[in-house]
T-cell receptor
Framework: AQKVTQAQTEISVVEKEDVTLDCVYE???????LFWYKQPPSGELVFLIR??????QNEISGRYSWNFQKSTSSFNFTITASQVVDSAVYFC?????????????FGAGTILRVKS | EAGVAQSPRYKIIEKRQSVAFWCNPI?????LYWYQQILGQGPKLLIQ????????DSQLPKDRFSAERLKGVDSTLKIQPAKLEDSAVYLC?????????????FGPGTRLTVT
């Protein structure tokens, strides 16, 4: 069975600090996809990134970066120079390869609070 | 491009009552999902449609929950009768057809409180 663990329930940082959100996953599939979503107080889940299991390249997008390591089954997310607007709940999710769409399995989420 | 629309945004009912939620996916998205998000947890998939057919409903409590997607566009999710533990946010999402890995676009959700 697929499983996603986000061990950090809540993280508080001061603005401009760097912060890393951890994600560890379990799957028996050789082909799978990993995602990060952001859920601001408004409640709508916002897609941040998708990675397939064959692409271990790290990715950087502005202040966001992701580190995918198959050897440790981890897909960690780093925000550099955090801002108050980054305050939200962040979810890591895993999906097996399917013919139609995805069946996302989400972690429990990490609440990030950025204080000014 | 319009996003995923859901209504109502909030609903309060008493236990044993019935309730229905509506979702309109992004135009052209063949795959539609309903998730249940209990406070403090990640979303859990309830049912997935491909056009108007069910792809996966393995986690849908079928004794009280039902869903349909007539004509392969809009969808409704119904709970009858509701229990206290059904209090949650119900999220609808849609994605383009295709092999796995596609991005899901989420609606704002319906927050259900069962008293």
């Amino acid at each position: 069975a697929q499983k996603v663990t986000q061990a950090q329930t809540e993280i508080s940082v001061v603005e401009k600090e760097d912060v890393t959100l951890d994600c560890v996953y379990e799957t028996r599939d050789t082909t799978y996809y990993l995602f990060w979503y952001k859920q601001p107080p408004s409640g709508e889940l916002v897609f941040l990134i998708r990675r397939n299991s064959f692409d271990e390249q790290n990715e950087i997008s502005g202040r966001y970066s992701w580190n995918f390591q198959k050897s440790t089954s981890s897909f960690n997310f780093t925000i550099t120079a955090s801002q108050v607007v980054d305050s939200a709940v962040y979810f890591c999710a895993l999906s097996e390869a399917m013919e139609y769409g995805n069946k996302l399995v989400f972690g429990a989420g990490t609440i990030l609070r950025v204080k000014s | 491009e319009a996003g995923v629309a859901q209504s109502p945004r909030y609903k309060i009912i008493e236990k044993r009552q019935s309730v229905a939620f509506w979702c309109n996916p992004i135009s052209g998205h063949a795959t539609l999902y309903w998730y249940q998000q209990i406070l403090g947890q990640g979303p859990k998939l309830l049912i997935q449609f491909q056009n108007n057919g069910v792809v996966d409903d393995s986690q849908l409590p079928k004794d009280r929950f039902s869903a349909e997607r007539l004509k392969g566009v809009d969808s409704t999710l119904k709970i009858q009768p509701a229990k206290l533990e059904d209090s949650a946010v119900y999220l609808c999402a849609s994605s383009l057809v295709g092999q796995g890995g596609g991005e899901q676009y989420f609606g704002p959700g319906t927050r259900l409180t069962v008293t």
